[in-house]
């Protein structure tokens, strides 16, 4: 079973937000502790030096005695801090001893410690530890105290809640990220997962005829609208095929039909006996049937030059010199119409497929032959100009109306004007050319005067 990709983003994206988060609650959660703790042992000695040194403070050298009114309240003050004090003068005897003073309680506070600590820091192994502090007056030692607490340190009542509470607001801070981040996440996801979703769903369209329709959305992510203006072109492309395809079989449908009714009504009539089988009438169907071979070629022809598969043959090719050759092919039709030709130019060599530069410039030459007028002039001129080698043909001929220019390279157009002359063109010859120049990399342009002439200029790369 196939997964959503918005899912799979979403889920991907809330488990590294969640192991991030879990990872940082880890280590900020020892690093406090271990500061905690730190902080705790070192308050703790601190404690008791103060302890120690409020009570030297309490001998009175004057009367060589000890204030033991005030040492017992200091030291049943620490010992509810679970400090157990036992003082001692100068000879080693007892001043004060909060075991003495009262066994039991010291017992009762020594033991919540030891089960709070053992129970909140199993692997201590704390123990209750003693220091032995002297104290000196004026340099002459009046005694000594042994403080004992839980060490290394311990916790009390308020530390514990404190950290206690530290951690669960580290806890709670984790768990509200990791829902913003699935929050964030699936709305991520979406952003992502939707128009590629909604590209499957458009291309699943395309497939199934619908050219129309198009992907009309503000996308942000960069790769996501290239995806969506790749698709849109797609759509248009084939929508230009599936029209030029609908075209070709109807245009070659209209072409075809009137030469072959033409021929079959001739003919019926010469079979039936309603006309006499002429020299003139059987010629007449000869050039239709002609005619109709000539579409034929060229229809194979442009199919050619039009094929996916077909490769270009590279190789030097000189242009002027070809241009001469292609020239000197159309003798006999130029001098049947008292045309004249010139090419004119530099040499100038270019990386091509001779056999279509010269099929290109065949198509031009015999267009400009044809609708030049009786005794007009034809130019072929070849130059170099931007890394392109370029080729012109022009002529003083019929020429062709400012608004059918942009027409004239589609297949089967031909201007009334063409029409009229009886040429007999099929239209497909510009057709050819502009799809050889394509696949060489190239552009063609034409120029036009109705009435004045034209000319077909023949860009293409050198290399
Ligand atoms: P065709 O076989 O009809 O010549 P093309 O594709 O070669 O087909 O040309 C398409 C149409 O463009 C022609 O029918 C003609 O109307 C116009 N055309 C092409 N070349 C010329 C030209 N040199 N002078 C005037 N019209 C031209």
């Known amino acids: 079973m196939k997964r959503k990709l918005g899912t799979q983003l979403s889920a991907g994206f809330v488990l590294i937000v969640f192991i991030s988060i879990v990872l940082i609650s880890i280590v900020a959660n020892i690093l406090i502790n271990k500061q905690f703790e730190q902080y705790a042992q070192k308050q703790q000695e601190q404690f008791s030096e103060d302890l120690a040194e409020s009570l030297r403070l309490q001998y009175d050298s004057a009367s060589n005695g000890w204030n033991v009114d005030y040492i017992h309240g200091v030291g049943m003050y620490a010992l509810n801090d679970g400090y157990i004090i036992k003082l001692y003068d100068k000879s080693g005897a007892s001043v004060w001893d909060a075991e003495n003073h009262d066994m039991e309680q010291c017992h009762q506070i020594m033991n919540s410690i030891r089960t709070r600590m053992e129970k909140i820091r199993p692997k201590l192994k704390g123990e209750f530890v ?21 060490g290394p340190y311990y916790f009390d009542e308020n530390d514990f809640r404190f950290l ?56 942000k992510t960069k790769e996501l609208h290239e995806l ?13 095929q599936e029209r030029l395809r609908r075209r070709l079989t109807t245009d070659v449908a209209h072409e075809l039909r009137t030469p072959l009714a033409n021929v079959s009504s001739h003919l019926e009539a010469i079979i039936e ?3 006499e089988p002429t020299n003139e009438r059987l010629q007449g169907c000869y050039d239709e049937i002609e005619r109709m071979t000539q579409l034929v070629s060229d229809l194979e022809r442009l ?12 190789e030097p090719v000189k242009l002027r010199s070809l241009a001469s050759t292609a020239t000197e092919g159309f003798a006999q039709e130029l001098a049947a119409r008292h045309l004249t030709c010139v ?28 609708y030049s007028y009786e005794g007009g002039e034809i130019c072929v001129e070849v130059y170099a100009s931007n890394g392109n080698g370029i080729f012109q043909i022009s002529d003083n001929g019929i020429g062709v ?63």
């Open 273 to 275: 006996g309603v006309w």
């Open 343 to 370: 090419v004119q130019g530099e040499e100038c060599i270019i990386q091509a497929d001779a056999r279509r530069i010269r099929q290109i410039m065949d198509n031009l030459l015999s267009n400009a032959i044809k």
């Open 401 to 463: 109306l400012e608004e059918e220019l942009p027409l004239i390279f589609e297949r089967f157009y031909r201007t009334d004007k063409s029409r009229s002359r009886k040429t007999g063109g099929s239209g497909i010859g510009l057709a050819i050319v502009k799809s050889l120049v394509q696949a060489h990399g190239g552009n063609v342009t034409a120029k036009s005067e109705s009435g004045k002439g034209s000319s077909f200029v023949v860009s293409l790369p050198i290399d």
């Open 303 to 314: 199919s050619q030059s039009e094929a996916e598969y077909f490769t270009l043959e590279k």
């Open 164 to 219: 206690d509470s530290l951690n669960r607001i580290l806890l709670v801070i984790g768990l509200i990220s990791v829902l913003g981040a699935a929050l964030a996440g699936i709305v991520f996801a979406k952003r992502i997962s939707n128009p590629i979703a909604k590209t499957t769903q458009i291309t699943k369209e395309i497939a199934e005829g619908n050219y129309e329709i198009r992907f009309e959305s503000q996308i």
């Open 228 to 240: 969506m203006q790749a698709v849109n072109h797609m759509a248009e492309t084939l929508k230009n």
């Open 130 to 150: 003693t220091n032995r502090y002297n104290l000196e007056q004026d340099g002459s030692s009046v005694g000594y105290v042994n403080i004992s607490h839980y």
